[in-house]
């Protein structure tokens, strides 16, 4: 069968899979694989930040605060137009003041601590925070956590969503009933509102964005993986699996999985983008990730305050990257889809 | 209709015991204990038993069941935990600010998408349409949280046309003065999404038969586009814009938080933050109430705007 169905022109006697023949139309889509090396670009950035090779340094303040970008020149120096200090002598105030005994006790105590002299640099390459911490370093550090943040969340709704579909799709009967239930449940209470409510129970901190963008968010995979699961589990292919003693889990997972994973793929790829940009809100709203951590959200949440004084480099930084990167990732996963499921192209 | 209608009603109730479930094991789970919330770092050990007694988190987990539900079908959630103010009279209260924010934004932001997806459309294939289709691709991956933080600095903060912030008691003052700049903040962000969508509902129905015949009758593409198209791509966006209705009741957490206006969702998330159980557990569990019963009411609609839609 397969070799009749195979092309003609292809040397070899290998058959062609769904999955070669969906990486060839996929070689073919130029904007596809153009996004494809941006994103992999940015996987790379995140593994080496994961790694600690890129952007470890993060936290340290290298530049004068604010520090405007090098493109833009060192900051004009704003001492001159301060008010001059009080003059005269210094009244001697130690007969009345109550600390006085003590300060030769903390200046011995000081000594056994050494200062550096940090040298702060004026300018930094993309200008600096607050506290005067590199931005771009923090930018590529966010990336990996809003990243990470995104993909993790995306796979555990996946998990979710495909393995409670599966079983009320192929189950049916109670089972399934009590699994539409649970979706019925989840669904009626509108998607922002859950998500606060798992805010409120789980402590701040990266494993629990994931856990509740996860929990929060299966419930439109569930759906889809449902629907063919009940599709498939009549097809003669798994009555036939049946007759030849194959368990049901055989059946679900060896069987019907592998022919419904393009649409648990596409899922996963549409998820990442709507996680990242949650993650982003949740992180502004103070409910994402801890305070010692940086991601894109942190540094928009620091933007406004920024924006007043005219350093938007913070902005900018986060913005550029998040909008190259979900640009990259929705057109990577409208190729993905067309390549997946060639019914479906040119439908949006 | 009005077998259909209580069958609706009536199956909603499973819905409705699963969703007031899952609040209480949530928090009963995995939210902190009530009364070390409640009495502070402070308290001392008979203070805290003396709180747990009087909110009976002592009784037997299905006691404790019980006066939840008790708490929901009578209205009465006692007070807030952080402000004392009594949680039906809070949310009675700020559902108005949510509303006044939330109506503007979804009429002006369907009013608009319609002409412009229309206008896609009908120029479809062509650059002008591949250009905006790219175009919202782009809008689309920018944070929502960017458009509001660059927006208000710009028209609010450098150019002065609205305060950066505010809200007022009156009504008309409110819509004046202060939502003018979050529902055009949202609106710009909406279109591009509803632009996208819309502009498939226009093209399915552009491919039918009856727009060829229409043609062919010699009417304009004026007429064809305007009378025909425009009302059968009315159904699906109809039904686009009663799925989005559930969610002004919500309201927009961000723009609410961000301009700091008095309505529902500020004040979830000001509970998220203070711990504040009661009124997180009433806005979730009223919400979804509203919720269900507003998509009730949009499939009754649905049946008005579309005879051929038959309810069982």
């Known amino acids: 069968m397969s070799a009749v169905l195979a092309d003609p022109l292809e040397a ?337 | 209709m009005a077998g259909y209608l209580i069958r609706r009603l009536w199956q909603m109730i499973p819905t409705l015991l699963g969703v007031v479930l899952l609040v209480f094991l949530l928090f009963k789970g995995f939210g902190g204990d009530p009364a070390e919330i409640l009495g502070g770092q402070n308290a001392t050990q008979a203070q805290i038993d003396a709180i747990r007694q009087q909110l009976g988190l002592n009784e037997p987990w299905w006691i404790q069941l019980a006066i939840f539900l008790r708490e929901i079908v009578t209205f009465d959630w006692g007070k807030s935990w952080a402000t004392n103010e009594a949680v039906s009279h809070l949310f009675a209260t700020r559902l108005p600010a949510t509303l006044t924010v939330m109506i503007p934004i979804l009429v002006a932001d369907t009013l608009l998408a319609i002409p412009v997806a229309m206008g896609v459309a009908y120029l479809r294939g062509s650059l002008t349409d591949r250009t905006i289709m790219v175009a919202t691709t782009v809008a689309l991956s920018i944070s929502f949280l960017v458009y509001v933080i660059v927006g208000q600095y710009v028209f609010a903060f450098q150019l002065g046309m609205f305060p950066v912030q505010g809200w007022s008691d009156n009504l008309w003052t409110n819509l004046r003065v202060y939502v003018p700049l979050p529902a055009l903040l949202s609106v710009l962000v909406g279109l591009a999404p509803q632009t996208r969508l819309y502009r498939t509902f226009f093209l399915d129905e552009i491919g039918h038969d009856y727009v060829r015949t229409a043609r062919a009758k010699g009417l304009t593409e004026r007429t064809v586009l305007l009378k025909h198209v425009l009302r059968n791509a009315m159904i699906p966006i109809l039904t686009n814009v009663a799925v989005a209705l559930p969610g002004i009741f919500v309201g927009s957490f961000l723009i609410e938080v961000f301009f700091s206006i008095p309505g529902l969702g500020r004040e979830l998330w000001l509970a998220v933050n203070r711990s504040d159980y009661p009124v997180i557990q009433a806005f979730a569990i009223y919400i979804a109430v509203i919720t269900m019963l507003v998509n009730l009411l949009t499939d009754l609609l649905y049946k008005l705007v579309d005879p051929r839609v038959v309810l069982k």
């Open chain 1, 12 to 348: 070899g006697p290998a058959p062609r899979t769904v999955w070669s023949a969906a990486a060839a139309r996929f070689r073919m889509d130029r904007v596809g694989m153009v996004s494809l090396v941006v994103v992999l670009a940015f996987l790379l950035v995140v593994l080496a930040t994961a790694l600690g090779l890129l952007a470890s340094d993060w936290q340290v303040e290298r530049g004068v605060p604010d520090a405007p970008p090098t493109f833009l020149g060192a900051a004009a120096d704003n001492q001159a137009q301060a008010l001059d200090g009080p003059h005269g002598p210094s009244a001697d105030i130690s007969a009345i003041d109550p600390l006085a005994p003590m300060y030769q006790a903390w200046a011995e105590a000081a000594k056994k601590y050494q200062t550096r002299d940090a040298v702060r640099a004026a300018t930094l390459p993309f200008g600096a925070d607050r506290l005067g911490r590199d931005v771009l370093a923090k930018a590529l550090k966010g990336a990996q956590v809003s990243i990470l943040v995104g993909v993790s969340a995306a796979v555990v709704a996946t998990l979710l969503g495909t393995v409670l579909g599966a079983l009320a799709g192929f189950f049916g009967g109670p089972m399934g009933d009590v699994l539409e239930w649970v979706y019925n449940v989840f669904t009626a209470i509108p998607g922002i509102l859950l998500i606060f409510a798992f805010a409120a129970v789980f402590p701040r901190g990266v494993t629990s964005v994931v856990l509740i963008l996860g929990l929060a968010g299966w419930t439109g995979i569930y759906r889809l993986v449902r629907a063919e699961f009940i599709k498939h589990a009549v097809r003669d292919y798994v009555r036939s699996a049946e007759a030849l003693g194959a368990s049901a889990s055989a059946r679900i997972f060896r069987h019907i999985l592998p022919n419904v994973s393009h649409v648990v793929l596409v899922q996963l790829s549409v998820h990442v983008v709507g996680f990242i940009k949650s993650e982003v809100i949740l992180s502004y709203l103070g409910l994402g990730v801890g305070v010692d951590q940086v991601s894109w959200g942190t540094m928009l949440s620091e933007a406004p305050s920024e924006l007043i004084l005219g350093h938007w480099w913070q902005l900018a930084a986060a913005t550029i990257l998040m909008a190259t990167f979900v640009t990259a990732f929705s057109l990577m996963t409208d190729a993905l889809r067309d390549a997946l499921d060639p019914k479906l192209r040119g439908l949006e």
